[in-house]
């Protein structure tokens, strides 16, 4: 993925880009159980945002992060507490699963 994380901005992956990210990457959910339960995409990690500082652990960060919420906020939240632990190849889907839900309807909409 080789992004760097500009605050200003933020690093904001299409659909189509975050469906097409190497293995490499660590898909991160950030949402809660009910909404993973609900609808996720393949191969996420989920750690609710709420539990990210006590959770950080469990990524890697020497490899990309690419986050997702439902609409992108809570994910843009994740990235700045991300790049504040030292994650430096980091993004987010914009848009959250819901834009990606409407790129692949097989990935129900809430």
Same mark, same amino acid.
């Given at each position: 993925?080789?992004? #760097? ?7 904001? !992956?299409? @659909? &189509?880009?975050?469906?097409? =990210?190497?293995?490499? $990457?660590?898909?991160?959910? $950030? %949402?809660?159980?009910? &909404?993973?339960? !609900?609808?996720?995409?393949? *191969?996420?990690?989920?750690? @609710? !945002? ?6 950080? *652990? ?6 990309? $992060?690419? +986050? ?8 843009? /939240?994740? =990235? %700045?507490?991300? /790049?504040? +632990? *030292?994650?430096?190849? #980091?993004?987010? =889907?914009?848009? *959250?699963?819901? +834009? ?6 097989? $990935?129900?909409?809430?």
């Amino acid at each position: 993925m080789e992004i #760097i994380l500009v605050f200003e901005q933020g690093i904001h !992956l299409s @659909p &189509e880009t975050y469906r097409d =990210l190497s293995e490499a $990457v660590q898909r991160l959910d $950030v %949402r809660e159980r009910w &909404e993973y339960d !609900l609808a996720h995409l393949p *191969g996420a990690i989920l750690i @609710p !945002l709420g539990e990210l500082a006590s959770r950080v *652990g469990e990524l890697d960060p020497s490899r990309p $992060v690419a +986050a997702y919420c439902h609409h992108g906020s809570r994910s843009l /939240h994740a =990235l %700045r507490f991300l /790049h504040g +632990a *030292g994650f430096t190849d #980091i993004a987010h =889907l914009a848009g *959250g699963i819901d +834009a990606y839900s409407r790129m692949d309807p097989s $990935v129900p909409r809430y």
